[in-house]
């Protein structure tokens, strides 16, 4: 068994983009960084420390919206009626909310819907459809494959054996591949 070497390296120049004031070592050899009531800009590592963007007061959200009940028979398994009303009625939520300025405790707001995607999932298509429907002023982006329901890896509790013996390992690692590229696609 081999031993790792902690120590703070000497012999390495500093990043010239880390902040002067930070102990890089501590920083990436500690699960958590230095809490601090302060913003933290770089929250999900997607910022380059070097950078200095001004912050703009816009907070964004994104809704992943399940689709409405589906057909259990045949192969394409779209809405029942009852999905469709579902769908329908998720459409109108959203659209109540894009309708004009609203305020909370924390000041004024205006909801705003930069578009809508699925994936290639019938029922997932029909009820971007409809929610699509109830909200016009939003594009509609071609739907995309990497948004299809799988497994991303074996959940916890659960069915563990049953569910090994279904799915073969690669099969998980593709899926697993498949959902972080779509995570990467649509949220990040």
């Known amino acids: 068994a081999g031993t790792a070497n902690l120590e703070t390296r000497n012999d390495t120049k500093p990043n010239p983009a880390w902040p ?70 998720t459409g109108a939520r959203l659209a109540a909310m894009t309708a004009g300025i609203k305020k909370d405790h924390y000041g004024e707001y205006k909801v705003k819907f930069t578009h809508i995607v699925s994936s290639n999932v019938l029922r997932a298509q029909q ?22 329901e799988g497994y991303p890896c074996v959940p916890h509790p659960g069915d563990r054996e049953g569910l090994l013996s279904r799915l073969k390992p690669e099969v998980l690692q593709k899926e697993a591949a498949r959902i972080e590229a779509a995570f990467r696609r649509h949220i990040t």
Not at 41 to 49: A, E, I, N, V
Request: glycine share 6%; proline share 3%.
């Open 127 to 148: 009820t971007a459809d409809h929610i699509a429907a109830a909200l016009p002023h939003v594009p509609r982006l071609e739907d995309d494959a990497l948004l299809a």
């Open 20 to 89: 002067a004031d930070q102990d890089v070592d501590a920083h990436f050899l500690s699960a958590a960084g230095k809490w601090s009531r302060e913003w933290n800009r770089d929250w999900d590592g997607c910022q380059s420390l070097a950078e200095d963007k001004q912050v703009v007061n816009k907070i964004r959200h994104v809704l992943l919206i399940r689709h409405g009940q589906y057909q259990l028979d045949g192969k394409q398994h779209g809405l029942t009626p009852l999905g469709v009303d579902q769908s329908q009625l």
